[in-house]
């Protein structure tokens, strides 16, 4: 071969061997476009995703915190047939946390509430539980004092049960039974209407939901509530667990299961199930 021929050659080979290149660095190129374009829309949609579901959730835990209750529900506790003191579900709450010689709640509502104590007390608010955890046999006692009390004063059995449930429940219709709820500082409507009382019912109209807790006797409105017991400023639930209690209450708990006290055969014809065990308000459910 010729000097000249080979050097075209050569040169031929460098030009063949620069497109090649050319053609790999693009190829390349293009991969690495499609890579980080897939990956940017990974990126996007796994953001929109994470954007979507901490927007639901926030929203979620406002309206309706997170469910953990899983364990199966019989119906002599729905209905507050139980022995706190022997219940591993139950707490006794400590002294400095509410105001009478002893207190049960249910587990994890005594824990949100102390979470909550505590952010209250960080904002110079003071909550304390007035009642807890109350079984059947506490709200018989309740409910026949004031029952026998009306009927002293000459009410018929039907205008006596409806006096006592504007803010009494029947036995076994109490959500108290369940250890989720809290009477907090006080029982009278009008100490939430001014001074302390306004500041710690705000405090809590603002906050409550963090922890978990709704005011489940809000005032009647068309939209929210309108049948059950009066507006309760005091009265507190713990959604995560009472939800699922009140569900398990609708399934399991009819009215034969309410019996045992004065006036129990009231509670069909006043509708104690339909009208006071659900009548909470939609926010809390
Ligand atoms: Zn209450």
């Known amino acids: 071969m010729n000097y000249p021929k080979r050097n075209k050659i050569i040169q031929l080979i460098y030009i063949f061997t620069f497109i090649l290149s050319l ?9 690495n476009i499609n890579n980080s374009l897939k990956q940017n829309i990974v990126n996007i949609l796994e953001e929109k995703t994470s954007a979507h579901k901490s927007i639901q959730s926030s ?25 706190y003191a022997s219940d591993t579900s139950f707490v006794l709450l400590d002294k400095k946390y509410h105001t009478k010689s002893l207190m049960y709640l249910e587990k994890e509502t005594a824990k949100a509430f102390i979470r909550m ?30 029952f026998n009390r009306n009927l002293q004063v000459g009410l018929s059995p039907i205008d006596n049960a409806i006096k006592i449930l504007k803010y009494s429940s029947m036995p076994s219709t109490s959500r108290h ?95 104690m199930i339909e009208e006071y065990v659900n009548g909470i308000s939609s926010t809390c459910y």
């Open 177 to 271: 039974h369940w250890g989720t709820e809290v009477d907090i500082n006080n029982l009278e409507p009008s100490y939430f209407e001014s001074g302390n009382g306004k500041l710690e019912y705000d405090w809590l109209n603002k906050n409550a939901h963090k922890f978990g807790f709704c005011q489940v006797y809000s005032k009647f409105e068309e939209k929210d509530r309108t049948t059950g017991y009066q507006k309760e400023a005091w009265h507190w639930s713990y959604i995560p667990k009472s939800r699922y209690f009140l569900d398990k209450y609708n399934e399991l708990v009819d009215y034969e299961d309410i019996n045992g006290f004065l006036g129990s055969l009231l509670a069909k014809e006043l509708n």
């Open 117 to 146: 104590y505590q952010a209250a007390k960080n904002d110079g608010i003071n909550l304390l539980v007035v009642s807890g955890a109350r079984n059947y046999y506490s709200q018989k006692s309740i409910w026949e004092r004031k």
């Open 59 to 83: 929203k979620e835990r406002k309206k309706h915190p997170q469910k953990t209750q899983s364990t199966p529900i019989g119906k002599s506790f729905l209905i507050g047939k139980i022995d």
């Open 23 to 31: 053609l790999v660095i693009n190829c390349n190129n293009n991969g």
